[in-house]
């Protein structure tokens, strides 16, 4: 089901210039701050001397592990409370100035001396300090069902194989960035986070402060992905120290190469899996065993074996996930956490198995589809994989699909390969407001915020159909603690969370509206009926009389400083259904044997997620979770130094992302879904676009040239010279 394919709300604020992000924040006698980093990556701070960054010219403060020491103990303020050192470009000082280029000056100007020890530069280095976490994520670290040896002693054919996916680095069009000040003891911060009340409990916590003293705002964010949240609150704290110290506003903005070190990474893999199949292609048994990088100050582990569990019907399945400590930047969820790298392992695996046995891969998927949760032995609320396979096949074209190593276009040999893809679908709490004013006017406020994706749009659109109201009277305000408390932005989880608190909010509102026009002599819609009202084009209408009147004229009579109403949603309760978002994407690659290059020439993707407010937003969603995954399987990694442990190419010259030439065409199929057990009947869009697309592509490459690549990124070296199938 989907509804209308608004065009998004804010376009023009963001093209004329007038949308806010944190760093523009106006703030007069404004500081800029700079952050002086550690060159080591393991050790301690023996001394700091700011001797010589105080004598440069516009230098304000200096704040350091010593100051910070003054913060509460917790998370967020463990790197600078302390003066050890857990990875190379780690911050240990940081200097406001006058200006930019006078903090940065100072900044260097600051003469460090640590007492470094040999670091752990690389997840092999330390196999043996392998450790199983207790949870990752939200879900146990290790499972089993069934009896896995039967299952795959049973088996006709085993797939046993080492996959491994690179760490990739966030990397959001806005860099992080606050601009704070202090008002006595309230301090407001303008800050990029994915949310806002989370942020203002850690700085409450911090400083020891009431959390409605603290006032946060990020209206707008230039993409989030996961990257702007606990790991960027150490060096916002850092800068709201210095405020507090001076007394003047400070600016703190990461620039690229920080990115890098401060912002998050997804973690590197090495999954190890054993795939037992029966002769007609049936699962009889999966191993999937994850290794993974963490930090050595904070542990993070995606749910990579993730989708051995969920995906396709087994009865026989083990996962396990252990992780190894490394003085590298923490990993923290990116786009598609664990689905992306684990549906490379295990769509790559089930190719193998397809190519083995002799049976299509949509049919070898078909035939292993899970009509209820494995897991959990739980029914979906919604499930339309099997139609996602058939309309992403037709639309493809793929019962014309090419024999192996068979088509050729000029140089390039063409691969078409396919995997699915899945995102669980989880749900938070909110409250929001809106609020009709008598010019007709509606306003919808709450606390969440929009990374870019659509929330500002969905919120609006919502708003505007239940209550009949033109979008173009519609405003929405996000990404501001003062208003009503919203949900954060992660998991695909915003317009799921706020539908049901959007239609309470409306539902009480259009109760009231109604109620004062049958009761009000002066309006014409008195003595009709209630169920016979409905509301469009600003007015509302009686079906059976042909009156109606304006929502204006009733607010202005009625309430003349405007009519407002709130709806609540508790956070939900364990349910007895499991939700899930599918898809089926499919890929045509062309592969240059003699140079290794592959290019993507056009990616089909269907998928079904429940209702689908907005279907020009959710492709939108959807091409940018694919072009992700494209980056993800042909060009990101981040290299780093095993002698150091520093990033090298800390910049886009060396860190490969795809541009536009590396675009293909998308064709994208909206599959409907109807899901009577989800409020709103909605799921999450943007994690799908982003899993499943890696092994589609390493597929449809072995299907051009024979060549089975098992690691990510593919590089140009692993296609040198490869032979025809």
């Not at 090495?270 to 199949?277: H, K």
Request: charged share 20%.
């Amino acid at each position: 089901m989907s509804d209308t394919p608004a065009l998004r709300w804010d376009a023009a604020l963001k093209v004329t210039g007038q949308a806010m992000f944190p760093a523009e924040a106006p703030a007069g006698g404004l500081l800029h701050a700079a952050l002086v980093e550690a060159p080591i990556g393991r050790g301690e701070v023996r001394s700091l001397d700011a001797v010589e960054a105080r004598l440069t010219p516009g230098f304000a403060d200096l704040v350091s592990y010593p100051d910070a020491q003054a913060l509460a103990a917790f998370g967020p303020t463990t790197l600078i409370r302390e003066p050890l050192i857990h990875f190379p470009g780690q911050p240990v000082a940081l200097v406001a100035a006058e200006s930019l280029l006078a903090a940065h000056a100072a900044a260097r100007a600051v003469r460090v001396d640590y007492d470094a020890e040999p670091a752990v530069a690389a997840l092999d280095q330390a196999l043996d300090q392998a450790f199983a976490p207790p949870m990752v994520g939200r879900y146990p670290a290790e499972t089993t069902r069934g009896d896995l040896a039967a299952g795959l002693e049973a088996a006709h054919l085993l797939v046993r194989q080492r996959y491994a996916t690179a760490v990739n680095n966030h990397h959001p069009m806005e860099p992080h960035a606050v601009v704070c000040w202090w008002d006595g003891d309230r301090p407001t911060v303008h800050t990029s986070t994915q949310a806002v009340f989370g942020t203002r409990a850690a700085i409450a916590h911090a400083f020891g402060l009431p959390r409605e003293d603290v006032h946060v705002v990020c209206r707008f964010l230039g993409g989030g992905f996961g990257c702007k949240g606990q790991l960027w609150w150490p060096w916002m704290l850092l800068a709201m120290l210095a405020s507090r110290r001076t007394g003047r506003p400070v600016r703190l903005e990461l620039t690229r190469a920080q990115l890098f070190t401060l912002a998050g990474r997804r973690q590197e893999t090495r999954q190890d899996l054993a795939v037992g199949f029966a002769a007609d292609g049936r699962l009889t048994a999966i191993d999937h065993q994850v290794l993974a990088q963490t930090a050595t100050h904070g542990d993070y582990s995606d749910t990579t074996a993730g989708v051995s569990r969920w995906l396709y019907a087994c009865p026989n399945v083990a996962t396990a996930h252990r992780l190894v400590r490394t003085n590298e930047p923490q990993p923290i969820p990116m786009r598609a956490p664990g689905s992306a790298p684990g549906t490379f392992a295990l769509e790559s695996a089930l190719d193998e198995a397809a190519c083995a046995l002799g049976i299509d891969p949509v049919e070898l998927r078909v035939r292993n589809f899970a009509d209820h949760d494995q897991e959990t032995a739980q029914p979906w609320t919604s499930n339309n994989l099997l139609d996602c396979y058939r309309i992403g096949a037709e639309r493809f074209g793929w019962s014309r699909r090419p024999a192996p190593g068979s088509a050729r276009d000029g140089r390039w040999r063409i691969g078409w390969g396919m995997a699915s893809t899945f995102y669980p679908q989880h749900r938070q709490g909110g409250n929001a407001r809106i609020r009709l004013s008598a010019d007709g006017t509606l306003t919808v406020q709450c606390g969440t915020q929009d990374m870019g994706s659509g929330t500002y749009t969905v919120l609006a659109q919502m708003a505007s159909q239940t209550l009949g109201v033109p979008m173009s009277q519609v405003s929405v305000e996000l990404g501001d603690t003062w208003l009503p408390e919203g949900p954060f932005s992660a998991g695909s989880q915003v317009t799921s969370s706020l539908a049901p608190v959007l239609e309470m909010a409306t539902s009480r509102l259009r109760a009231t509206l109604v109620s004062a026009a049958v009761g009000d002599e002066a309006s014409p819609l008195a003595g009709q009926s209630v169920e016979d009202l409905d509301f469009a084009d600003g007015m509302i209408r009686s079906r059976a009389g042909n009156v109606a009147e304006r929502l204006s004229d009733l607010i202005a009579r009625n309430w003349p400083e405007g009519l407002e109403a709130e709806g609540q949603s508790p956070a939900p309760e364990p349910q007895a259904r499991t939700a899930m978002g599918h898809g089926a994407i499919f890929v045509e690659v062309g592969v240059d044997p003699d140079l290794g290059e592959v290019r993507v020439r056009r990616v089909g993707a269907a998928f079904a997620a429940g209702r689908i407010v907005n279907p020009l937003l959710a492709r939108s969603q959807y091409v940018g979770g694919l072009i992700g995954g494209i980056g993800m399987a042909l060009h990101e990694r981040t290299v780093t130094d095993r002698a150091s442990g520093r990033i090298l190419g800390d910049n886009f010259a060396d860190y490969l992302i795809p541009v536009h030439a590396d675009m293909p065409a998308f064709d994208i199929a909206l599959v409907q879904e109807d899901d009577p057990h989800l409020p709103g009947g909605i799921k999450g869009v943007g994690m799908l676009g982003t899993a499943g697309v890696q092994a589609a592509i390493a597929n449809a490459v072995f299907h051009a040239v024979g060549r089975r690549v098992r690691h990510l990124p593919i590089r140009i070296e692993d296609l040198l010279g490869a032979p025809a199938p």
